[in-house]
C-alpha cells in the first residue's frame, strides 16, 4: 500500500501569515510615532491585512484540497485564524486612529506597541520552529511574559488618562486605542497558546 505524502506546504503558508503579523506591527508603532503620516500608514496597514486574509484563504482551500495534513486539520484552521485575528486588531487600531485624527504621540501608546512588535517578532519565530517544542515553549513561555508587561502598561495608561481633569473626548478616542493595543496583545498570547499545543501534539 501507498501512502500518501503529507502536504508540507502549510509551514510556509504559516510562516507567510506570521510576516504579515511582523509587517503591521512595525507600521503600527511607526504610526503611533509619526502621527503626521497618518494616511499613509493606515493604507498600508489595510494592504498588510488584506494580504493576511487572502493567505487564510489559501490555507482553508489548501485544507479542502488535501488528502493528507501534516496537522490535523482543525489545528491548521485554528492557528491561522488566530493568527489573521491578531493582524485584523491592527488594522481596527490604526483605522480608528484615522477616524479619530490622533495627531500627538503618546508615549504608553507606543510603549504597548513596542510589546506587539516583540511579541509579533517571538510568534514569528515560534512558527518557524513549530516542529520543535522546546523552542515554540520558550516562545510561548516569552509572549507570556510580554502580555503580563502589556497589562501593567494598559493599567498606568488608563489610570493617567482618566487623572486630574481629562477632556472627555480625548479619554474617549485613547481609551478606545489602548483597549484595542492590549487586546491585540492578549490575542497575541492566544496565538502562543495554540502554537505551543499543536507543536506538543505533533512531536
Known amino acids: 500500500m501507498r501512502f500518501l505524502p503529507k502536504d508540507e506546504g502549510f509551514f510556509g503558508l504559516f510562516d507567510q501569515l506570521a ?101 509579533s517578532e517571538t510568534i514569528a519565530a515560534g512558527v518557524k520552529e513549530i516542529r520543535t517544542p522546546a523552542a515554540v515553549h520558550k516562545a510561548a513561555r516569552k509572549v507570556k511574559e510580554l502580555e503580563e508587561k502589556a497589562d501593567a502598561i494598559y493599567s498606568e495608561a488608563i489610570e493617567t488618562l482618566f487623572s486630574g481633569r481629562p477632556d472627555a473626548l480625548d479619554v474617549i478616542k485613547w481609551k478606545e486605542i489602548y483597549d484595542n493595543l492590549e487586546h491585540a496583545v492578549d490575542e497575541c498570547e492566544d496565538v502562543a497558546n495554540v502554537l505551543e499545543s499543536i507543536s506538543l501534539k505533533n512531536s
Do not use: W
Request: glycine share 0%; proline share 2%; with cysteine.
Open 19 to 119: 510576516a504579515r503579523l511582523k509587517s503591521s506591527s512595525a507600521l503600527l508603532k511607526v504610526l503611533f510615532s509619526e502621527p503626521n503620516r497618518l494616511e499613509e500608514l493606515t493604507v498600508k496597514i489595510k494592504a498588510e491585512e488584506h494580504a493576511a486574509d487572502a493567505i487564510t484563504y489559501d490555507i482553508m482551500q489548501r485544507i479542502d484540497r488535501s488528502f493528507v495534513t501534516p496537522l490535523d486539520r482543525e489545528d491548521i484552521h485554528m492557528l491561522a485564524n488566530r493568527l489573521d485575528n491578531v493582524v485584523d486588531l491592527m488594522d481596527g487600531t490604526a483605522r480608528r486612529a484615522k477616524m479619530y485624527h490622533i495627531a500627538e504621540r503618546r508615549e504608553a501608546a507606543i510603549a504597548l506597541v513596542d510589546v506587539l512588535v516583540e511579541c
